[in-house]
């Protein structure tokens, strides 16, 4: 089942560019997001299992922006993904963020076998009952996002991924739009390794755009909402400036084979034990 993309905020303007908020927790966190929110950044997010829902809670109370123009996205860590701990989870991160909605819950990784069927009725009754507005799911398979588009019948705001110039994320970007399923990116810039990338350096100094601008233009031009973390004030900045039209096809095409060459996946099985197998 195909459904309406249009619902999704990850395809509005003011939604695409998030504010990624891990490893971050206390101060460090309430000055970095206080910072991004007056850059203009105006999605956040968070999880569960970050331990930093209340941090940015803080953070949103004390922001002089307008609580109903945010995008606040937080996750269902996977221990809580059971009839017994999810409401327990969802109204502690409820109350950790100040709210009585989330803006977009996500359960935050899928079972290792595609065993997702009770995760996602729980996500959608969450939703029915107006704790949440959007829901969505986070490092879905090809097979895991067709499954779940038709048990749901509400629209999946989008499947949150590893997505980077240094991974090639190609077949699972077009089965998600054929599915209508919008991506958002993490670990954006490869954990930094991106920034160093000779043809990413190569195509900063011909654009005058940072390394890690070029990196993100390129996510934003492949139609994927991407989320950065920094505590650096300009590079907060200048990663908010980053632009899906500020790179040539010419360019976009030299870093799509960047992929293939490296294959460079962060977050697998070696580092969260239950991660499905992508290949």
């Known amino acids: 089942m195909t459904q309406d993309i249009a619902a999704s905020p990850f395809l509005d303007p003011a939604f695409t560019r998030g504010f990624g908020t891990f490893p971050l927790d206390g101060e460090a966190l309430i000055e970095a997001l206080e910072t991004a929110l007056k850059v203009g950044y105006r999605a956040i997010d968070t999880a569960q299992s970050y331990g ?3 941090a940015v809670g803080e953070a949103l109370r004390h922001a002089d922006v307008p609580r109903d123009s945010l995008l606040v996205t937080t996750k269902i860590a996977p221990d809580n993904m059971n009839p017994r701990d999810f409401w327990p989870s969802l109204e502690a991160s409820l109350k950790a963020l100040d709210c009585s909605q989330i803006d977009c819950l996500l359960l935050h990784w899928p079972d290792q076998h595609g065993n997702n069927t009770q995760a996602l009725a729980l996500l959608q009754e969450a939703q029915a009952r107006g704790l949440a507005r959007h ?3 986070s490092n879905y398979t090809i097979a895991m996002m067709q499954a779940a588009a038709a048990q749901l019948d509400a629209p999946i705001a989008c499947n949150q991924i590893e ?3 240094l991974l090639d994320q190609s077949q699972v970007a077009a089965a998600a739009r054929a599915l209508g399923i919008p991506l958002s990116a993490y670990c954006a810039v490869a954990r930094g390794r991106a920034l160093s990338e000779p ?3 190569a ?9 890690a601008q070029v990196t993100l233009s390129w996510i934003l031009a492949k139609g994927v909402a991407y989320n950065a973390m920094s505590t650096k004030p300009q590079n907060i900045a200048g990663n908010f400036a980053a632009d899906g039209k500020s790179l040539s096809a010419e ?4 870093m799509d084979v960047l992929g293939q060459q490296y294959g460079y996946r962060i977050v697998d099985a070696s580092k969260v034990p239950s991660a499905p197998a992508w290949d």
């Open 52 to 54: 930093n829902e209340a």
């Open 251 to 254: 360019q976009i095409a030299r």
């Open 199 to 201: 043809t990413i350096l």
């Open 203 to 211: 195509i900063a100094q011909e654009t005058g755009l940072s390394p």
């Open 135 to 137: 829901i969505g799911v």
């Open 163 to 165: 997505f980077h110039p």
